[in-house]
Structures are given as C-alpha cells and as structure tokens.
C-alpha cells in the first residue's frame, strides 16, 4: 500500500531541479497511496553516484528537505533516471531510515522502492546477514537490496559481470509475496528496471514525435531448469552460468519513420493519476512482466514462460483528465467526491440505461448472460466497502433472478476456502482492481472452473484483466481513502446486473421498470440530500462530536447502509462506531442503550417499516434518544425526535440516497476532531497486503 514512482529521461535536456520536482509532482498524486514517509534517489554531481534524500510525513515535509539540501540544482542532465516513494508502513515504524528507497551498500550501489510485501525476507534475511550484510532499517524491502548486491558480487567474483535484466530476473526468483519494484544502480548507469506481481504497475511514454507503432514485443525467455549454486543456496544469475537465454526481438517503436532514435521520457507509477499531467500514452505491465528501459528503449521481458500470457503489450490512451484529480473548490478530496455523486452516478448508468424503453444493456456481460442465468449461484466477493455494496445489493438479485446469492469477504472467503464450482458465477467488487485478498480469491475460483466477473472503477486493473467479463463503474478518480462516490456507483453498477440479467422474467417487468424510473430520478435527489451538509454539520458539532460511541441501526435493505455508515465515521472520525441489524437488537446490543448512547436509526419507508418502527420503540423505552434518518413528509414521527428527512425513491435505491447523510456526518466529525481527512491513520487507498 505504497506509492512508487521513476522517472527517466533520454535525449530531453532536464535541470536537477526540474528531475525533483516531477518526481515529487508525482508522488503528490500517489500521496493516497501512503503518507507516513518519502523519499526520491537521483543522480548525484560525480559520474555513478546517487544521492538520496528521505522524510518522515507527507510529501511536503520531502520536498523541504530535498530543497534545503540539494546541491548545484541547476546541473543539466541529458540522460537521468529517478524513483520516488511515498510509504505506508507494513514492517517498521515510520522513520527516515525505513523509509523508501532502500540501498545495498553505504555508496547507494543498488536502490531499490517497493510496493507490496515480502513474506519470505526473515528466511533470506538471515542468509544475507550470515553471509556479512549489514541491515540498516526494520522493513522487508531492504533485503531485496542486499540481495541483488550479494547476488551481483557473487557473479563479479567469479569474473562473469551479470547484465541488469539477469540480475534482477535472479532476485524476483526468489521473492515470494505481492510487489512491484524500481531498480537503480551505480553500476547501470542511466538505466532502470520495474517489475510486477500482485500490485500495479504502469509505464507512461512522452515524445514529440508520433511512435512507430502502438505496441511492444514480450522477450520471453526459454524454460530451461536453473542450477542451484551450492554455496549460496540461491539460484545463480541467469545469462551466466546455466543462465537463460533470450528469444529477443528488437522493439519498432522507438524509432521514427526513418529509423533515427528519438527523444523520450519515461513515468512509471503505481496509478495513472501521477502521470496524466505529463502523458496519456501508458502501457500497462503485467504480473511477472519485468521492464528494462536503457538508451531510451524500452524492452518487456517475462520472468517464466507463460503460453496462455500475449507476446505484445498494448500502448493504451488514459481517458481521465488532470481536473479530475484536482481538489478544485473543496477543502478536500472526500468532500469532492461526496458532491459529485450527482454525476459520478450518472457516469456510471450512461450509455447503459435506456430510459426509454426500460431496458439495461452492460456491453461487459452481454456474451455471458445465458451462464449466468443457468448457474447454480452467484458469490460476489469483497472488502470493506465494495463487500457492502454486495450486500446492498444481495436482495434485488435473488428477488430479479431467483438464483441463490451469497456475499463473501474475501479474507474469510480465502482463509476458510470455500468449495467453489464450475456452476457457479463469482462476482468480485474491487475499487482499485487491485485488492490482495479480492485478487487472490478470484484467482482461486478461476482455478475451480467457475466464471468469474468484475466490477471495478479502473480500467486496466488486475481484476478488470483476468475476470472473463465485467463492468467499469466508470466513477471517475477517486483519491479520497474512504470511499464515497465509488459505493454508489458499485450500488448502482450491481442494480443495472440485476436488472440486465432479470429482464427475462416477464413477471418482474412493473418492478423492473418501477426501478429504472428510481434511478431516472436519483441524480436529482442525491442533490437534494447533499442540501442537508449544513444542518448535518450542526448536528454533528452539537450532538455527536464529544460522543465517544455510536450505533447505527436499521434492517432488510438498510443493513447494508448501517455497515457502511458505521465504517465511514469509525474511518475518518476514529470515533467507535457500529452498524447493527435492527432486528437483532434485542438478543443482545439492547443492553448498550441508554440515555448517554448516541443511536442513529434508519427508518426509510419499505415493507419493513412497521419492524423498524419497533426498533425505535424499544430505543426510546430505555431513555435513548435516536436520530432518526426518515423520508420527507413522514407524519409518523413526532416533533420530539432529531430527524434527517431524505428523499423517498423505490425501496432498492433508497440506501444510495440513505448513506450520503453518514458520509457528510463521517467528514464533519473528522473535520472537528482536527484529522486529515484524506488520509486517515492507518489506512491506505489500494490494499495490496494480505
């Protein structure tokens, strides 16, 4: 759950300072990613040294350092290549010495930054520390260092001086865990290599002349079986000595019509947001593909022959635009995202929704619609907040399909490896793409024969590639740690599946188009609720903000918004917070209410109604005073309760409009408890740990 981010440029004439202020552009935009510590390497005023500069805090507190203690600033280089970091700690607390990038000697010969995790580091980094490596930092990373300058020493020692590609080809061998790596070396001079397993990876090209052709070949290496060396316990380099050689194929894409190499720069980034002011030419790695870029070309190689994997890698167009990542006039990026949802909604159902004639067309799922009508169940699968948007959902598929549904977290999914056929469909609910636990269980079930589906809000994203079939969300960015915009866009995304995929029951046809005249309306009244902030502000200042608990309570339809909401304050606020099924109050969470319990009740109109109204019954029967989340107009209610009246849609939809209130109360309660609101401690965007 980091930020990574390099740079080079070939044949482009750049100043050091300009080299540090686009490697720390960039990681301000992958800032999301990982906040408590940074750092950048770049090339020092002696010819093969690196100078690295590295801070605890934000990408600010870097930029300072690097501005007080760079020297001849104005030093052009014709050829350089970087890398920046921005850290989200898994081994170590944050300090300058554990953070990003990581070296293998004290002359900065090897420097490495990581995102990810290494689960075998203990095992080698007792190997390396038996063999005289001395370890500077508590983190994982720091072994993948020592590891490619043992393995190179041991290569030079022999005589034999390995070739970067080999040599970090050797090192990833012997990884095992999810991660993406930039490597920098003394001793390659103006060369970097990137690679991928488990977390995401990008490489974004910027010339001034159109490339030769849209795409790169994959060098792909034999299968011949590496030797051990039997004094190291490592497998020797390749390229060397039972090395592997390599099927080249020289690329056409750095060279002009008439064959001359040209000017290029490179950006590579975990997200695209970190290179869209720069290019919208990327190219996306896949896993094991490993990216050597050397005299301004780059070349793909893969680390183990893949025969179902394609032999080209596609350069693709981003489609985002800078403004989108942009805070504009919000004094944060949740706070935008909260008030776009009127059109991140409507993005989401565009081209999709036919108002019209009520009908549902997902493009992603047409081929497949006949599998999954006649599957024996769906399992959707997620995290946190997309695993809610299943449950939101879960409902309105069994009444449209009458097909049995189950909801999964993947973690629990994973940990009691649940019997998975080929009969059934998964559905996995990822904002990113790039969750560890989602990722690895969809890959699980592929391995069962089942069909897999994703919903996703990034194109390009590991579970938008190896899922048969899916949907973008089409949400646009979302930056913000806590999401907002991106659950009701999934909400919304799995009410249009529904709906596609129960639009041959002739039955359902009034409850199908009583529901796409709901989300008609909804952009309308999402606007109408985000009027509320004001009051919601007061509330949460008058009433909530000393609280140091909090129950969120409702049923059927609204469990879902409980979980969410509860999620969202306990998130952003640290304050305690629970979601609670209304009707198991009383086997037990009864007991906790009393007249100094704050309890927010969900008590929207549906068939559930009359058992919710009990629920605020036995709330008050204890001295509690609940808030009480309502349809406008509700007469049901007396003068003498909190209310947060919403606007009425149909029953299915009513959670989306349900839990903007908890997400603007969640901001507020954040805001008075003086957090950051973007970034919550703890916490970062795209979880690509276990």
Known sequence: MCGIFGYLNYLVDQDRKAISDILLAGLSRLEYRGYDSAGIAINGDEDNQVQIFKQVGKVAALRKLVDEESTNTDKVFNIHSGMAHTRWATHGQPSPINSHPHRSNAQNAFTVVHNGIITNYKELKTLLVNKGYVFESETDTEVVAKLTQYLYDTQVSTGRKPNFVDLVKSVVKELEGAFAFIFKSTYFPNELITTRRGSPLLIGLKTSKKLKVDFLDVEVGTDNTQ???????????????????????????????????????????????????????????????????????????????????????????????????????????????????PESVVNTMRGRVHFDNAQVNLGGLRAYLPHIRRCRRIVFIACGTSYHSCIATRQLFEELTEIPISAELASDFLDRRCPIFRDDVCIFVSQSGETADTILAMRYCLERGSLCVGITNTVGSTISRETHCGVHINAGPEIGVASTKAYTSQFIALVMMALQLGDDRVSMLERRKDIIQGLKELPDKIKEVLKLDSQLQQLAQNVLHKEKSLLILGRGLQNATCLEGALKIKEISYMHSEGILAGELKHGPLALIDENMPVILLMTKDSLYPKVRSALEQVTARKGSPIVICNVGDTNLSDDYRTIPVPEVVDSLQGILNIIPLQLLSYHLAVLNGVDVDFPRNLAKSVTVE
């Open 227 to 341: 030797p051990q060396d039997q004094t190291s316990n490592v497998l020797a380099v390749p390229g060397t000595v039972g090395g592997t050689p390599l099927a080249r194929s020289q690329s056409r894409a750095f060279v002009t019509e008439n064959g001359e190499q040209q000017p290029i720069e490179y950006f590579i980034a975990s997200d695209p947001s970190a290179v869209v002011e720069h290019t919208k030419r990327v190219l996306y790695l896949e896993d094991d593909d490993l990216a050597h870029i050397q005299k301004g070309e780059l070349r793909i190689h893969r680390l183990k022959r893949d025969d179902s994997m394609s032999t080209i890698r596609a350069i693709q167009t981003l489609e985002i635009e800078l403004a989108a990542i942009m805070k504009g006039q919000f004094d944060s990026f949740m706070q935008k995202e909260i008030y776009e949802q």
